[in-house]
């Protein structure tokens, strides 16, 4: 998770890893718009750890944030 460019994170990620980042400039607003408008949000980053975690076969327990 980068609050900036995500250029390089995918080589420590791998292909099959994510990379939340933000790959464009200019946008304007208040933190917390621009970072909910670019996916900066606790509901979207547990979204894609769930999803990460389904693709590699394991079960993300919701109780205690920890995978099985």
């Keep these: 998770i980068e609050a ?11 292909d099959s890893g994510i990379v939340i980042g933000l790959d464009r400039y ?18 979207n980053i547990v979204n894609c ?6 693709s590699m076969g394991k079960v993300f327990n919701k109780e205690n944030g920890y995978v099985d």
């Design 4 to 14: 900036g460019s995500s250029f390089g994170w995918h080589i420590l990620t791998g």
């Design 26 to 43: 200019g946008e304007s607003g208040t933190g917390a718009d621009v970072f909910s408008e670019f996916g900066f949000t606790v509901p």
């Design 49 to 54: 750890v769930e999803k990460l975690c389904i």
